[in-house]
């Protein structure tokens, strides 16, 4: 056994050092993997249904996933051993309650499979259920639990908040008197890595799976298809070609080196990941796993002993991974470590007294947003990622290889998995080496940071700039990033200039002096309402009664055009757009399953109303507008559907092309009567129509659209009008109490308004029915559509859970989302998304109510009972809404104020 004994030095009682220079070179304890080939004895099949590659946890689960769907002609390729590369040395916890259900839902389907699989198998996966304690040292930290709490009472999962004496009484051997509380969740536990994927493999060959070991790939070829795309057809190995329509990648930190295969490059950083294991801690035994917020480790129970992790402001960047080195490991940086590791013993006072016996530095894969690549690639079909889990791979793995199986029999996942699709992320960035290592570093350092709903990075900024955006920052703008897009969120008094990383001084990195971007931030690191609120406010009710101008040029700008436009569009979009030209029409795009894959706008066009943006074509053609952070995967989705039908069509890409002004409230068309000889009129210019008319000389597309519930235009036009145009809109607005708004008030006001957000208000796993939206489903209609039949069967048959709007009875308390809805005293669903709605003066929230029996919603259901909204622990008293409490009628969009809103 390797030693390292505690040397005593003044003023502190305990302090590790590596005895040998062999520290850090040997596997943890108990560690074994069984072989199941050699390289004299590899052979592949000619053909497969799907080839996994990469042999950890996420390249198991998946093959075992596929094989309990019935696709059973698969075979894992792993290069060297089962558990190689990041599997086999992962520390192997599980912490089941998140800030998102969707990950929460994940590693509940996790757990459930480590449970079960030893008696389907016969393989025990070493599942040890210790329990997981999280310590708070701050009041926002605890506030943060209490979130946690409410969305796990939610979803059915244990949890519960212990003050400073409680967390005593279970951990004993803790430290709590710098602890303002905990959180405890009985269900949390550890995971042995290599029965786990020895369980996962042993059932996916006995429903007839292959698993050859010792067997790399060597190239992916793939074949030509629409517009630019590829169709993966073989995968090369020393030993064969396999013929396959699907391949899967799940190779870890080696993930480039198989997509640059198919010439794809994923935004991903390698680091060394740390932890050590102590020799035996008297009294140890049974404790629960604890994640120490202050020194940003965990402490894993490890037997009698502990393991020591820790994700430090400063990891060491691993440039290239060595293909034929995947059990290797590091030394550990004893430097970065003793520092922590006196953290530790605050928490832990024992480990002064306790000498370390081995250490672990692996490498570890981390993503720019920490959230793992999965999914279809958009631009090679068949070719899908499942890789880079942020440290969270073990706890993941049974939930996302679920997802992936039901993403590659049936086209698409079950649960909304968009926070970690592909498809979210801007794939001309994923090159830019400075961008992914800054971001990737950032979440990485703060990945035991208080989660605050508001918060925006400080790493990677500045890489996609509207035309205004100098401007608008001279305005006070505090900008949000969005796909690599600075969008303005909010305007404060004085210019806070973005400022280049200083990676929160690491690496010798001296800090920015200009801090004014960072301070901005930091007024919504709260529970709370926001010290700003004010400023919100003001750009709110500005908007209602009187104009706000919104960048949005971020918003996704596509062209479909070409012979089968029409087709395609009827085929592609839920609502009719098979409409004279100059409608504009609100619509959704949905999935075989009936799942709203997105909502957006597409304007009807012609060849005789063109302007200078617009491509040249003859005939029919559609402009397309796309929330920003969802242009990309829109995009993919359109694409999608044309290679499968073979449409000839062109889809044309304006994003960055394009700028995009839009002008709302009720001096609205005042303002735009001073810049422009265009007829504004109800009649002249009708709710939801478009045309190209001149503002301050230039050519733009109008759209008379509001996503905040107000009369207002949306201004489409080339980047070099932007400015002249702007500008001419605030000189001829400044009689008309004209504002700069941002992205936060057009969330708020959109919320007041009730009208849905994409991916929060309706994601991938919501229906139109569900989310009240029928209305863009062209059911009166013979023309098909995707998801049509999905839709039909569920109308005929009735819906489980239904969208509702509910408001706080008393308006000093935020809401933030997460919330629990509860009715005659029972849990009903969550808060999807919640905003103050100034105009009301209350929060205001939308989430998904359904039956604890899964029985159909009705409208008594809805209009009967007593709804409590549960934050942060506490019950408060809701209104439910089955209309939009402000403007129902929808006048103010026509230009008419209605004064019995309430």
């Given amino acids: 056994m390797l030693r390292i004994a505690p040397l005593q030095i003044e003023g502190w009682h305990s302090v590790w050092r590596p005895a040998a220079a062999s520290v850090g070179r040997h596997p943890p304890p108990n560690f074994s993997v069984r072989s199941t080939s050699s390289a004299a004895s590899v052979s592949v099949p000619s053909a497969a249904d799907t080839v996994v590659i990469g042999g950890g946890v996420a390249g198991c689960s998946t093959l075992y996933h596929l094989a309990k769907l019935g696709i059973t002609n698969n075979v894992l390729l792993e290069a060297h051993k089962l558990t190689a590369g990041t599997t086999w040395h992962t520390a192997g916890m599980l ?21 079960r699989l030893e008696s389907e198998t016969g393989v025990n996966p070493g599942w040890i259920n210790n329990g997981g304690l999280m310590t708070a040292e701050s009041k926002d930290s605890l506030a943060e639990y209490k979130r946690l709490i409410t969305l796990g009472r939610a979803l059915g999962i244990e ?41 996962m493999t042993r059932s996916a060959r006995q429903s007839g799976a292959k698993v050859i070991e010792d067997c790399p790939v060597t190239d992916i070829k793939t074949r030509e298809t629409l517009l630019g795309g590829k169709r993966v057809t073989e995968v090369h190995t020393p030993y064969g070609i396999i013929k396959t329509n699907v391949v899967v990648n799940a190779t870890g930190g080696w993930s480039n080196h198989i997509a640059n295969m198919v010439g794809v490059e994923l ?66 940086n004893w430097d970065t470590y003793i520092p922590v590791l006196r953290d530790c013993s605050n928490r832990v006072p024992a480990l002064l007294s306790t000498g370390i016996k081995s250490t672990i530095s692996g490498p570890e894969t981390f993503t720019p947003d920490h959230k793992p690549i999965m999914g279809e690639d958009p631009n090679v079909e068949g070719f899908y990622h499942c890789s880079a889990f942020n440290s969270s791979g073990m706890m993941l793995s049974g939930g996302c290889g679920h997802q992936m199986a039901h ?60 035309p205004l955006h100098k401007i608008l920052e001279e305005h006070g703008s505090v900008f949000q990033e969005r ?49 700003h609120h004010d400023l919100l406010q003001k750009e709110c009710l500005s908007c209602r009664n009187a104009a706000a101008i919104f960048d949005l040029s ?74 920003g952070p969802a242009a990309i995967q829109n995009l993919s989705h359109i694409m999608k559907e044309i290679r499968t039908h073979n449409w000839n069509v062109q889809v044309l890409n304006r994003t960055n ?30 709710i939801s129509t478009h045309k190209v008319i001149k503002v301050a000389g230039h050519a733009v597309r109008a759209l008379r659209l509001s996503f905040v519930g107000e009369m207002g235009w949306e201004l489409h036009m080339p980047n070099s009008s932007a400015i002249p145009v702007y500008k001419a809109l605030m000189n001829a607005g400044e009689a008309f109490g004209l504002v700069n708004a941002g992205y936060r008030a057009l969330e708020s006001l959109s919320c007041e308004k009730g009208y849905r957000h994409w991916h929060a208000d309706v994601r991938l796993d919501d229906t139109p029915l569900e ?67 100034f105009s009301i003066q209350r929060s205001i929230g939308h989430g998904y109510v359904q039956k604890a029996d899964g029985t159909y919603i009705t409208k008594d259901f809805l209009e009967t009972g007593t709804w409590t909204i549960e934050s942060m622990g506490e019950m408060l008293d809701a209104t439910i809404h089955t209309q939009s409490p402000f403007d129902p009628k929808g006048l103010r969009l026509r230009g008419y104020r209605d004064t019995e809103q309430h």
């Avoid at 089941?96 to 499979?113: A, H, Q």
């Avoid at 051997?173 to 405890?184: E, I, K, P, R, T």
């Avoid at 690491?506 to 690191?525: E, F, H, I």
């Avoid at 030209?581 to 949905?590: D, E, N, S």
Wanted: glycine share 8%; net charge neutral; charged share 25%.
């Fill in 95 to 115: 912490w089941e309650l998140r800030n998102s259900d969707i990950d929460t839902e994940l590693i509940r389907t996790t757990r459930n499979l480590v449970m």
């Fill in 159 to 199: 949890a519960h908040l212990l003050d400073p004496e409680e967390t005593k009484k279970l951990y004993p051997l803790m430290n709590v008197s710098d602890l303002v509380g905990s959180l405890f969740t009985p269900r949390d536990g550890n995971i042995d890595p290599a029965g786990y994927c020895q369980a």
């Fill in 267 to 332: 935004p991903l950083m390698v680091l060394e990941h740390s932890y050590v294991i102590t020799e035996r801690i008297p009294g140890i035994e049974n404790m629960p796993n604890v994640r120490d917020t202050a020194s940003s480790a965990y402490l894993k129970l490890q037997g009698d002993a502990l393991a020591l992790g820790v994700f430090e402001a400063n990891p060491t960047i691993v440039d290239k991974l060595d293909n034929h080195s995947p059990f290797k490991l590091y030394d550990l």
């Fill in 407 to 466: 993403w590659i029999v049936h086209g698409r996942p079950e649960l909304d998995m968009f926070s970690y699709d592909i498809r979210r992320l801007y794939a001309p960035l994923h090159r830019n080496k400075s961008w992914v290592t800054e971001k990737s570093h950032e979440s990485y350092s703060k990945r035991y940071s208080i989660h605050y709903v508001r918060d925006e990075p400080l790493a990677g900024r500045g890489q996609r700039l509207s």
């Fill in 483 to 531: 796909q690599g897009w600075e969008r303005p969120g909010w305007f404060n008094h004085c210019p806070t200039p973005v400022q280049p990383y200083d990676w929160y001084g690491a690496y010798g990195t001296p800090l920015n002096s200009d801090q004014r971007y960072y301070s901005a931030l930091k007024l919504d690191y709260t529970f709370d309402f926001p010290k």
């Fill in 554 to 627: 971020h918003f996704g700008k596509f062209y479909l055009i070409g012979p089968d436009a029409q087709l395609a569009a009827d085929w592609i979009f839920s609502a009719n757009v098979d409409r004279k030209p100059g409608i504009a029409v609100y619509t959704c795009m949905l999935n075989q399953h009936g799942g709203v894959e997105a909502d957006l706008i597409v304007s009807v066009c012609s060849d005789d109303d063109t302007f200078v943006s617009d491509p040249l074509f003859k005939g029919k053609g559609f402009y397309l507008t796309a929330g």
């Fill in 657 to 686: 092309d394009m700028a995009l002004l839009s002008v709302q409230g009720p001096n609205s068309r005042d303002i735009l009567k001073k810049v422009s000889d265009a007829e504004l009129s109800n009649d002249a210019f009708p």
């Fill in 771 to 837: 989310a009240g939206l029928g209305f863009v489903c062209k059911l009166r209609t013979d023309t098909g559509f995707l998801g049509r039949k999905a839709i039909e069967a569920q109308k005929s048959v009735g819906i489980t859970k239904k969208l509702a709007t509910f408001t706080l009875n008393q308006s000093s308390r935020p809401l933030f989302g997460l919330e629990g809805i509860w009715r005659d005293g029972k849990p009903v669903g969550f808060i999807r998304r919640a905003e103050y709605a």
